[in-house]
């Protein structure tokens, strides 16, 4: 029995059984289906619910993955019901490691606020689903876990606020809906930033072609603003102090790279594009990419995160430091530019998180 996702707003859980007849190390995967979605073709509605997976793919999943609690299988033309959970089975797969410890730096009966780790990803992916912070919490705390309120990329380390039960998990996620909530990252980017502040404010958007994951800038975007204030110049980088106003995917990485000043160890927008993301797909995490990259993972911190109380609406500030990793590029960036990494690949496996969070 594998433990499911809590319903919407912190109602009923979701099946947590597995149909009958299914490998016990399978993994479960449960969408419950809204109102509005009621008598869409199966495989249309996994599209409304796994982002950008094609109608070919969404119709393979359906053919090999998706049963009825009961053990029988289910047709990509079957119609989806209001109310209704659709199952959806995965064979066990052999994860890559992630770091397996959170920290923890806030917490009370309302909310839990996570130092999160680079490399752990926090929602299961193809890839990914014991090895989540997701399932983490799930193993810490219960049937009903703690609910992040956003997110963090995989490789970004820091602040991440988490609900612990059904009405403050949505007033956290109103807070930031609305821009209610005050956000701080720091970034080790390449080169000297000239200005000591900057604003940049460039509409964003998904490209049109390639890469489905990348974003861009375009005129015909989402607007996208963030201020960029130079903390310290060394040895040809930048450290830099990053506040978000909008929320876009990839924003910040987005807007230091159109600046022409990418974060150091981006795979997707530093200096060579995407190609050093696709270099680990097809290869892995290779001495040589790890040299171009000058870092294992992009130098990217969620530093404080300022937002409100959900029960008493007092001001609640939330701090991750600088993990060890990006202090010793700060400390050497001289050498990470010139192809002469100071920390390996193990930096997205929790080595130093280890350190920083001891098992208790």
Not at 91 to 118: C, H, I, Q, S, W
Not at 222 to 232: F, I, M
Not at 326 to 352: I, K, Q, T, Y
Request: charged share 25%.
């Amino acid at each position: 029995m594998l433990a499911g996702p809590r319903g919407p707003h912190g109602d009923a859980p979701m099946p947590r059984e597995l149909p009958p007849g299914c490998d016990p190390e399978s993994i479960l995967l449960t969408f419950p289906v809204a109102r509005e979605h009621a008598g869409m073709r199966l495989d249309r509605f996994l599209q409304t619910r796994i982002p950008r997976i094609s109608r070919t793919r969404a119709n393979a999943i359906v053919r090999n993955c998706a049963y009825r609690a009961d053990g029988t299988r289910r047709r990509a033309s079957d119609r989806v019901r209001a109310g209704e959970t659709v199952l959806i089975v995965r064979p066990p797969m052999k994860e890559p490691p992630t770091p397996g410890r959170f920290g923890v730096l806030y917490e009370d009966e309302d909310v839990l606020a996570v130092d999160k780790p680079a490399g752990l990803p926090m929602h299961p992916t193809a890839t990914y689903h014991k090895h989540t912070l997701s399932w983490l919490l799930g193993e810490r705390y219960g049937e009903n876990p703690p609910q992040f309120a956003h997110r963090l990329d995989r490789e970004t380390s820091g602040v991440v606020v988490c609900g612990k039960h059904g009405e403050a998990e949505v007033a956290l996620k109103l807070a930031f809906e609305r821009r209610q909530v005050k956000k701080v990252y720091l970034a080790i980017v390449r080169g000297g930033l000239e200005d000591a502040r900057d604003v940049i404010d460039l509409p964003m958007g998904a490209v049109d072609e390639g890469l489905h994951v990348l974003m861009t800038v375009r005129p015909d975007g989402a607007k996208a603003v963030t201020h960029v204030e130079r903390l310290e110049v060394r040895e040809g980088a930048s450290l830099v102090r990053l506040s978000p106003e909008s929320g876009r995917q990839h924003q910040l990485r987005v807007h230091l790279a159109a600046r022409g000043h990418p974060i150091i160890g981006d795979k997707l927008y530093g200096p060579a594009g995407p190609a050093p993301f696709l270099a680990v797909i097809d290869d892995g995490p290779t001495d040589a990419l790890l040299r171009e990259l000058g870092h294992g993972r992009q130098a990217l911190h969620a530093h404080t995160l300022r937002i409100a109380h959900p029960r008493t609406g007092e001001p609640l500030e939330l701090s991750s430091p600088l993990p060890p990793d990006l202090e010793a590029v700060w400390s050497s960036p001289a050498a990470v530019l010139a192809g002469r990494p100071v920390r390996g690949w193990e930096v997205l496996f929790g080595e130093d998180w280890e350190a920083r969070w001891p098992a208790p």
